[in-house]
């Protein structure tokens, strides 16, 4: 099983899922994590200087309509052979986008990536609805 989480530092999960650098894979066996990999993850620095953003639909909310949803699948290439992707906060057009992709989403107070990974693989990571914006 891969699990992806955003980070800027490669140790703790980065404050919102937009602006994070990176993107670490952890790989999970039988007896814990097997393997680390970093992917860079397109986010606001590279797509702020483009046309029509922040992006709004017609009902005026962020993260939705098809610019957004654009920029939801180059950011979803990063970590989409993943079965999830664990956040700190995450916009609810990305949450969407990526969740109706088929991975689940998990906003998490936890700092940490390795704690946060422990408590995924034993069932117990709570998804925090309040972390999505």
Excluded: Q, W
């Amino acid at each position: 099983m891969k699990i992806a989480i955003v980070t800027h530092d490669k140790e703790n999960i980065a404050e919102h899922f937009a602006g994070s650098s990176y993107i670490l894979v952890a790989t999970v066996g039988p007896d814990g994590v097997v393997a680390k990999e970093i992917r860079v993850k397109p986010g606001h620095p590279e797509f702020s200087g483009e046309a029509g953003h922040p992006l709004t639909d017609e009902k005026g909310r962020h993260g939705f309509g098809p610019e957004a949803e654009r920029r939801h699948g180059a950011m979803f290439e990063t970590f989409k052979d993943c079965e999830a992707l664990i956040v700190h906060k995450i916009g609810t057009g990305a949450f969407r986008h990526f969740t109706t992709a088929g991975v689940r989403v998990v906003a998490t107070d936890i700092e940490k990536i390795d704690e946060a990974v422990k408590h995924y693989v034993e069932g117990g990571l709570e998804h925090k609805e309040a972390y999505l914006d």
